[in-house]
Structures are given as C-alpha cells and as structure tokens.
Nanobody, 120 residues
C-alpha cells in the first residue's frame, strides 16, 4: 500500500487549501479512506473519513468548512479546506483501512504526512 499526499502549504486565515492523496497497492474502492492531523504537542485526530459508498464523517470543528471526496477510478482522495483557521495548523495524513470508517486514528496504512500552516 502506498499513499502519497500533496497540496499542503501556508495560507492566511480564511483561505483555502486542497489536499490530495494518490493511493496504490490495494483494492481502492472497497476501503475506507480518511484524513487525520497532528497539531504540535497534540495527538493524532481524525478530520474526515469516507467509505466505499461515499458515506462521510467529519470532526465537529471542520464541519461546514472541509469537504472530503474520493475518485475510485483515479484512486485519489481529496480534502478541500475552506475558511482555514490558525488552529487547523497541523501535519495532515492520508490513511486507509479495510474496517469500519470511524474517525479514530487506528487505520492500518498511512501516508508520510504533509504540513498545513495557517497564519493570522
């Protein structure tokens, strides 16, 4: 399993970033995919997940601002992040799991992570 994230960077508060994750090495369309993040000094937390049927879950603080989507043909997972806040600053990780699609950071496979910095 390989997961490669892209699209991170620095943005002013209120701005937009879109993260992408290209997956390979597994039967993509049946797996749960998710985005997680780790802020400085904190543990890893779930941001959003999407299962093979397109059902989504969002962490409360990102509801209405972030949108997760997947393209099963292109094997790509996307996280569109709008109205970014300084508290969204973190390392963001793409992850995949065969099991239930929860926000708990217990997924089986992980990308290397990509930094998102939001400045005020």
């Amino acid at each position: 399993v390989q997961l490669v994230e892209s699209g991170g960077g620095s943005v002013q508060a209120g701005g937009t970033l879109t993260l992408s994750c290209v997956a390979s090495g597994f039967y993509y369309s049946t797996y749960c995919m998710g985005w997680f993040r780790r802020a400085p000094g904190l543990g890893r937390e779930g941001v959003a997940t999407i299962d093979g049927q397109g059902q989504v879950l969002y962490e409360d603080s990102v509801k209405g601002r972030f949108t997760i989507s997947r393209d099963n043909t292109a094997k790509t997972l996307t996280l569109e992040m709008n109205d970014l806040k300084p508290e969204d600053t973190a390392m963001y990780y793409c992850a995949v799991d065969k099991g239930s699609c929860r926000l708990a950071p217990d997924f089986e496979h992980w990308g290397q992570g990509i930094q998102v910095t939001v400045y005020s």
